[in-house]
């Protein structure tokens, strides 16, 4: 080697489709979490964790825009141990793709516990994206609750309340959000009538059918004539890509587009319609039916019309779907980063999937269930101002004047974590403008300060930060707000955490003075 050679110095970058989240966002998430799984938790759902990685044919084919099991997905071959020969075996393993194809291979491995089981989980994903949009990820959080072992479409109605119940436990007010719902029995039904199916469910459906529910799926976003397109030759999109089509005939087009132009004023009028455009269909009959069943149920359960409607364009591009699907979406409007006004969508959805558990077993196990798209629900959520970023872990902080004396900060530090209060020690060796600018920069709502006169005095001067900064609009330049020390008490050491509660409780009204 060239002594003048340098080692080549790795390229710090990020995988594309993959991003670093930084602090402020990890606890706005976390936030949101606590608020979700208390909603989960009411209804009586306990906690499950799986791994991240599955088998292949584990998971299947199911993904939106799927044609192979590998299509869309993270995967490889892992050595598996030996087969029946002992010679070494290789099998395909991925990265989940959802959180639902995994309860079903805990719930068909035979686990023991009883039925119905009602699951919540939060956790990573992964899809594999042929072409990233902007703010499109390939690693996104998800977090589910499921119903196992539930016939009957109770369970369905009742996701629809949890979802409505979340979002505005969340701080989403009614009006800002809408539960739309439909039912794959339905879509069965209007894909056998236009001739291109036999049956309403998945497992019988043919390319072309899975043709179709996606281009409708895709309504939202490219209007009803981009389906048309869709169904048809294809369409091209404004970058000049062309994304070929199902290849119906107009007739059936025209059925399909009757179809998603159903107009109704309320729940049963949904039913009423489509009872009559889908009469002689067996699928749709009993899809109908059990959208009749939900309405009842929703009714009895004083969710109005402004929370839950009826959709015939709701499709949900899991192709495990086999009876009632449902989507929250958010309707008030944002500007995104370009200034353009436009509505968020969807964040909040799901569907029955009775068909999943008997892939392994041969035994059908009803069941049904909803996901948060988490990363777009908070990304919402902070447009709404319903999120705080940006705060510290630990509120309270303690200066540290004199680099001799850390020993006693870190006692001052002691008694207040164990009163319950999270406080840091600065460590970084900076000046008193340093910290107080560290503190500030890291959201501290509290500063305790102890020089040499507080220590001979047995005293602590404790500085509430945030009216600090109201008060510093008095002073014109830091140094005689420095010496001024706007909204600064000093009391004796014995009084420290009891100050320091009390200080906090004017920004949080769940802390007390109380020990």
Not at 33 to 50: A, C, D, N, S, W
Not at 69 to 87: L, M, N, R, V
Not at 200 to 218: C, F, H, M, P, Y
Request: with cysteine.
């Amino acid at each position: 080697m060239n002594p003048t050679d340098e080692p080549r110095r790795p390229v710090a970058r990020l995988v594309p489709g993959f991003r670093d989240t930084y602090s402020d966002e990890v606890q706005a998430r976390r936030g949101m979490f606590e608020t979700i799984r208390q909603v989960y938790e009411r209804y009586g759902f306990v906690p499950l964790e799986t791994p991240a990685i599955e088998f292949v044919d584990v998971l299947g084919k199911f993904l939106p825009e799927s044609n192979t099991p590998a299509a869309g997905i993270f995967s490889w071959k892992e050595d598996t141990g030996k087969d029946e020969e002992g010679k070494d075996r290789e099998e395909w393993v991925s990265l989940r793709y959802d959180l639902t194809a995994p309860l079903s291979r805990v719930v068909a491995m035979g686990h023991h516990f009883p039925l119905p089981y009602r699951r919540y989980q939060v956790g990573p994903v992964y899809r594999r994206e042929a072409s990233l949009e902007p703010g499109r990820f390939q690693e996104f959080y998800q977090m589910d609750f499921d119903s196992i072992g539930v016939p009957g479409v109770a369970a369905d109605a009742e996701a629809c309340c949890i979802m409505s119940e979340t979002l505005e436990a969340l701080g989403i007010n009614r009006g800002q959000y809408i539960v739309r719902a439909n039912n794959r029995k339905v879509l069965g039904a209007l894909i056998e009538k236009i001739g291109i199916g036999a049956k309403g469910q998945e497992t019988a459906w043919s390319e072309k059918a899975l043709t179709v529910l996606r281009a409708i799926d895709k309504l939202d976003r490219i209007g009803l004539d981009g389906v048309v397109d869709l169904l048809g030759i294809g369409r091209k999109d404004p970058s000049g890509s062309f994304t070929p089509g199902a290849g119906l005939y107009e007739t059936q087009v025209e059925q399909v587009r009757s179809f998603l132009e159903v107009s109704s004023t309320s729940r049963l009028d949904y039913c009423r319609s489509l009872e009559k455009m889908l009469s002689g269909s067996k699928s749709g009959e009993e899809g109908v039916r059990e959208m009749v069943e939900i309405d009842e149920f929703l009714r009895k359960a004083g969710v109005d019309e402004d929370r839950v409607t009826f959709d015939t364009t709701v499709v949900r591009g899991l192709a495990y779907y086999t009876g009632p699907i449902f989507e929250a979406t958010l309707t008030m409007e944002i500007t995104d980063s370009d200034g353009v006004r436009r509505r968020f969508g969807s964040v909040f959805g799901g569907g029955r999937y009775d068909y999943l558990v008997e892939r392994f077993t041969g035994q059908r196990i009803p069941a049904t269930g909803a996901s948060v798209g988490v990363d777009r629900l908070l990304s919402a959520l902070k447009l709404l101002g319903r999120v705080t970023v940006g705060s510290s872990t630990a509120p309270v902080i303690v200066i540290a004047l004199n680099s001799k004396n850390l020993s006693e900060y870190h006692t001052l530090a002691a008694s207040l974590r164990s009163a319950g209060i999270n406080t840091e020690v600065y460590m970084g060796g900076d000046g008193l403008a340093g910290q107080m600018r560290y503190a500030d920069d890291t959201g501290k709502v509290v500063a305790v300060l102890r020089g040499d006169r507080e220590k001979a005095a047995g005293t602590v001067s404790i500085k509430d930060l945030r009216r600090g900064k109201e008060l510093s609009a008095e002073h014109s330049n830091r140094k005689s707000w420095l010496e001024a020390l706007p909204g600064q008490v000093t009391v004796p050491e014995a009084k420290l955490v009891e100050t320091v509660k009390d200080i906090l409780a004017r920004y949080d009204p769940a802390r007390t003075s109380q020990p």
